[in-house]
T-cell receptor, first 115, second 112 residues
C-alpha cells in the first residue's frame, strides 16, 4: 500500500508569491491534516479536512488555505509569501477525522524556502 | 490549553545502551498518546499509540508507558543501535480532541 505522497519535495519562492502544495493520502484514508514545522516553533497544526470539508483550523493567518477533493487528495495554498513561511510542510492522513484512536501517517513533507 | 514538553532535548549514547525519553503534558484528560520518530528533513513515522485505558505498549525494542494522572509518558529503547538515531516526538490530542499537539522532540544520537 502506497504511503502518503507530497509534492513537490522542495520549493523555492520569493516574497509576495503564492504557492500550492499537494498531498495524496493513503488509499482509503479520508482525513487529511496539514502541519507546519520550523526549528523555532516545532510542529504546528494548520488544518484538517474530511469529506471535502474543513473540520478545524489552527492559529494561522488567512493567507493559509486548503481544500480537499472527492478522491481525498488535498492541497494547501499560501498567498503573499513571507520570509517566515519558510518551513517543512507536512501532510498526515488517517482513516477517520479527529484524533480519537487513529494513528497518523505522515508524508515526507515539502520543504519551502522563501527568499 | 494543552502543552507538551520533552526532556532531554538531546541525548548522545554509545551503542548498546538502554535509554529513556520523557514526555509531559499539562491536560491529563487525553484519550491517547502517540510517539513518533523523525529522520532529518523527513516526515514522521508513528512508533506507538497508547490508548488512555492502557498503561503501556510494546513494539520490538520499544516500550512506551503512559501515566495520565501525572501527565507523563516515557519511551524506553532497549539495546540502542546507530539506526535509532533520529528525533523522537510525542503527541497528544488538544483540549477539543481535534488535532494533535506535539512536543519539541528529543534528538537522539547513538554512537557506534
Amino acid at each position: 500500500k502506497a504511503g502518503v505522497t507530497q509534492t513537490p519535495r522542495y520549493l523555492i519562492k520569493t516574497r509576495g508569491q503564492q504557492v500550492t502544495l499537494s498531498c495524496s493520502p493513503i488509499s482509503g484514508h479520508r482525513s487529511v491534516s496539514w502541519y507546519q514545522q520550523t526549528p523555532g516553533q516545532g510542529l504546528q497544526f494548520l488544518f484538517e479536512y474530511f469529506s471535502e470539508t474543513q473540520r478545524n483550523k489552527g492559529n494561522f493567518p488567512g493567507r493559509f488555505s486548503g481544500r480537499q477533493f472527492s478522491n481525498s487528495r488535498s492541497e494547501m495554498n499560501v498567498s503573499t509569501l513571507e520570509l517566515g513561511d519558510s518551513a517543512l510542510y507536512l501532510c498526515a492522513s488517517s482513516l477517520q477525522p479527529g484524533q480519537g484512536n487513529e494513528k497518523l501517517f505522515f508524508g515526507s513533507g515539502t520543504q519551502l524556502s522563501v527568499l | 490549553k494543552q502543552e507538551v514538553t520533552q526532556i532531554p532535548a538531546a541525548l548522545s549514547v554509545p551503542e548498546g545502551e538502554n535509554l529513556v525519553l520523557n514526555c509531559s503534558f499539562t491536560d491529563s484528560a487525553i484519550y491517547n498518546l502517540q510517539w513518533f520518530r523523525q529522520d532529518p528533513g523527513k516526515g514522521l513515522t508513528s512508533l506507538l499509540l497508547i490508548q488512555s485505558s492502557q498503561r503501556e505498549q510494546t513494539s520490538g525494542r520499544l516500550n512506551a508507558s503512559l501515566d495520565k494522572s501525572s501527565g507523563r509518558s516515557t519511551l524506553y529503547i532497549a539495546a540502542s543501535q546507530p539506526g535509532d538515531s533520529a528525533t523522537y516526538l510525542c503527541a497528544v490530542p488538544d483540549n477539543y480532541g481535534q488535532n494533535f499537539v506535539f512536543g519539541p522532540g528529543t534528538r537522539l544520537s547513538v554512537l557506534p
